[in-house]
């Protein structure tokens, strides 16, 4: 089993920026695709970004490229997720998610196995 601790949420201002982090314990997740997913009250959970394996194939959704940034330390059994410039609809609670398999369905939450219990980011305008 794995257990995923996110951390790092907050209140900012537009334009300003938040660094979360992810501290996995259990086993090692430097082999697995991590993951993080957000959720606004009302809608569904969205992919964020992914990290996929331990080679850094990373990717995005198309809203937050070019602002957030997902890395991880395998040392330390984390992972992040560097966001700057923030926008009002950056705002939801931020999940971080593990897949063993590395799966090509990376965007879809069903893939990941390990969630962790989220942090809520909110960003004023």
């Known amino acids: 089993q794995v257990q995923l601790v996110e951390s790092g949420g907050g209140l900012v201002q537009a334009g300003g920026s938040l660094r979360l982090s992810c501290a996995a314990s259990?086993?090692?997740?430097?082999?697995?695709?991590m993951a993080w997913f957000r959720q606004a009250p009302g809608k569904e959970r969205e992919f964020v970004a992914c990290?996929?394996?331990?080679?850094?194939?990373?990717h995005y959704a198309d809203s937050v490229k070019g602002r957030f940034t997902i890395s991880r330390d395998n040392a330390k059994n984390t992972v992040y997720l560097q966001m700057n410039s923030l926008k009002p609809e950056d705002t939801g609670v931020y999940y971080c998610?593990?897949?063993?398999?590395?799966?090509?369905?990376?965007?879809?939450?069903?893939?990941?196995?390990?969630w962790g219990q989220g942090t809520q980011v909110t960003v004023s305008s």
């Open positions: 259990g086993r090692t997740v430097s082999t697995y695709s």
């Open positions: 990290l996929r394996w331990s080679v850094g194939h990373t």
């Open positions: 998610a593990a897949d063993p398999t590395g799966s090509y369905s990376y965007t879809r939450p069903s893939e990941y196995d390990y």
